[in-house]
């Protein structure tokens, strides 16, 4: 298992286990799904005829390399990467921890750090690098936080880590 304090450890990306599903789901339908459909587009434009001036043929054959592309980025970093193993009782800020914090004007907000591959600040998963979440790592319940962000500084106290 990876030391969940050191997210560089060996320069190998983290992923929380529903992280990895994510990823995994989605790299079974570019293979299972995505890659037969665009086979089968651009075998429906070589049969149209010259695709030397065919836009479908054109389009077709760049949505493949994108899916190729994606197929191997995903391969490369699932191969690469370590779960997780989440500590829910923790009293320290790491990787997988979901926060509650206060900001200095009353905000309430809850964020999961999570790696940057999994990032997703709409959801609340923000990832170890972003402002936030370095600035995070390691603070306990009670500690205050100033975030360098584009409108100001902005002060977090952690009110509860799980």
Not at 49 to 61: I, L, M, P, R
Not at 117 to 135: F, L, M, N, Q
């Amino acid at each position: 298992m990876a030391n969940v304090h050191d997210v560089s450890e060996n320069d190998r990306p983290l992923l929380t286990a529903e992280g990895r599903a994510k990823l995994e789901a989605e790299l079974k339908d570019l293979i299972e799904v995505q890659r037969p459909m665009i086979a089968d587009d651009i075998h429906e434009a070589k049969e149209a005829g010259d695709v030397s001036e065919s836009s479908a043929y054109e389009h077709a054959k760049n949505e493949q390399a994108r899916i190729e592309g994606r197929i191997r980025e995903l391969t490369e970093l699932l191969n690469k990467a370590g779960t997780l193993e989440l500590v829910t009782d923790s009293n320290v800020v790491r990787i997988g921890s979901t926060v509650e914090v206060k900001t200095s004007t009353g905000t309430e907000r809850t964020f999961t750090i999570v790696s940057t591959h999994e990032a997703d600040p709409k959801r609340g998963y923000i990832s170890t690098e972003s402002p936030v979440g370095s600035a995070l790592i390691g603070k306990k319940k009670g500690d205050k936080v100033d975030v360098n962000t584009p409108n100001g500084v902005v002060t977090y106290r952690v009110l509860k880590i799980r």
